[in-house]
């Protein structure tokens, strides 16, 4: 029986990180997986989904523009944009393999080896891997379980991945659908009808269980993105349950109940169901072994679990579903248990982008969580028409946000951007949200000009009362307010 320091299960963004940390330490590893490497985040979920996004914007710049460009009436190709998709998915892939396959080469001969086949975890030091060809068993020091997660399955929902989809599917299709029903307005329902809307040849019908999509995001955030999406002809049924749905020959229908009472029945070419996702656990154990497990996943201790020498890490755990996060949670698993973390596993500081149109990046708290907290907080917030370098974009729809702790200190308590170049501007937010600092450092620094992130500089100006442009006067695109007790009241009266 072969022995490994680590034998790490699931070959995504979590596995594979930890796997590379690993190597670090100079540990014979083992990765094992089942099915494709990189996982769902390179093939359905991240690098996947963003291209489609990246292109879908291109496409609509040139339907917004088109008089311009002299590109009115312009058709696109879904056949040829999937295949520029797949390049991109398997450029990343190229990219993996050669660096996974040569890794000994480079590094040290024998400290790594990939393993394709299924695992299965019988006791603390031993993993069973089932292929095509054997059955084997391996022995190890340590486990790291990474097998991430799926999408929520609903059983009154008829996914077949053929008229009805789970984002997992979605790429068996093979043209645009004249019309399509995203059942889920949480961030990937929303990318996905902003990436559908974006090519201009799908009418997009959005389920929203709620009076406004988003329901975790502030509301001048969603606001935003509502105001885009309807423009661009997506219908979001509000305040709607789906009740039913079902194949009638070529079309799927589906009936909404209102808080009214009242329904209504709507037909469409294909459907989407975004509502979530679950982790993947099912036959990783065997039977009787003590991991705690709760409806969210395998419920771990800074990545360690109910056995001491099991780790688990990425969408397989309770904690947030991320690909950053779970690539933070790989390394810092193996630091655990060969070294020392020089950091602690924080989550407070977590860069988050969603593609939207425009894109929204955010970092720490928003509003919502910081009134749940019962904390009180000052909120200051800048237009993009007050920024120089959105207005030589000619676009300057969004705006810049942060709060910070309502006292000297004025430590920041988060950010949210919403516009273009929205992922620019969050990197040092975080950094100063991580060391626990206050708004004075980024006032002063001197940010390239012109420049999105101008705009924070101005924010925290503003906190400290000594803004370029002066909120008093621009009370429309500049908002400098204090939250406390669940009132709010303007800071700077002149």
């Not at 019908?205 to 885009?228: A, C, M, Q, S």
């Not at 003590?290 to 688990?312: C, F, H, M, V």
């Not at 990197?427 to 060391?435: C, E, P």
Request: aromatic share 8%; charged share 25%; proline share 3%.
């Amino acid at each position: 029986m072969k022995k490994y320091d680590v034998v790490i299960i699931g070959a995504g963004p979590a596995g594979y990180a930890a796997a590379m940390r690993a190597v670090d330490f100079k540990k014979k590893v083992a990765l094992i997986e089942k099915k494709q490497l990189g996982g769902a985040g390179i093939h359905h979920g991240a690098l996947w989904s963003k291209t489609w996004w990246e292109l879908s914007r291109e496409a609509f710049s040139l339907r917004k523009h088109g008089e311009a460009l002299n590109t009115g009436g312009v058709q696109f190709n879904y056949k040829k944009l999937k295949s520029e998709v797949q390049k991109a998915v398997q450029e990343r892939m190229d990219q993996l393999e050669h660096h996974m396959h040569n890794i000994n080469v480079s590094i040290e001969e024998g400290l790594f080896e990939y393993i394709q086949g299924n695992a299965k975890v019988k006791d603390p030091h031993t993993v069973e891997i089932q292929n095509f060809e054997e059955t084997t068993q391996i022995s190890t020091d340590y486990i790291i379980v990474a097998t991430g997660s799926r999408p929520r399955f609903l059983p009154e929902i008829p996914i077949d991945e053929e008229s009805v989809f789970t984002s997992d599917g979605l790429d068996k299709l093979e043209e645009f659908p004249k019309s399509m029903v995203i059942v889920g307005a949480g961030v990937i329902g929303c990318e996905f009808a902003t990436i559908f809307s974006n090519f201009g040849h799908t009418k997009v019908h959005l389920i929203d269980k709620g009076d406004r999509i988003l329901p975790f995001e502030d509301e001048d955030v969603v606001k935003v993105i509502e105001k885009n999406l309807e423009a661009k002809n997506v219908l979001i049924h509000r305040n709607s349950r789906l009740i039913d749905m079902r194949k009638e020959g070529q079309m799927v229908a589906y009936t909404l109940e209102y808080t009214d009472g009242s329904k209504e029945v709507f037909r469409v070419e294909k459907a989407l169901v975004s509502v979530g996702r679950v982790p993947r656990y099912e036959n990783l154990f065997e039977e009787g072994m003590d991991i705690k497990i709760d409806g969210r996943g395998i419920i771990d201790e800074l990545t360690q679990t109910s056995i001491p020498n099991i780790y688990a890490v990425g969408d397989i755990t309770a904690d947030i579903s991320l690909v950053n996060v779970g690539e933070l949670e790989g390394r810092f698993a193996v630091e655990r248990i060969f070294g020392k973390p020089e950091r602690p596993l924080i989550y407070e500081n977590i860069s988050t982008i969603m593609f939207l149109s425009p894109e929204v990046a955010g970092v720490g708290m928003n509003e919502i969580q910081a009134q749940n907290n019962g904390l009180n907080y000052k909120v200051v917030s800048i237009d993009y028409s007050c920024i120089p370098r959105a207005i030589a974009m000619r676009n300057t729809q969004g705006f810049i946000k942060i709060m910070v702790t309502d006292d000297e200190h004025q430590k920041i308590l988060g950010m949210r951007v919403v516009g273009e170049h929205a992922s620019s501007a969050i990197q040092a937010v975080a950094l100063l949200i991580s060391m626990d600092r206050g708004i004075r450092e980024l006032a002063e620094l001197i940010h390239p000009h012109p420049s999105i992130i101008e705009g924070i500089q101005e924010c925290g100006r503003m906190l400290l009362g000594k803004s370029m442009l002066k909120p008093a006067v621009l009370r429309q695109a500049m908002v400098c307010k204090t939250y406390e007790k669940g009132k709010y009241t303007d800071l700077i009266v002149v």
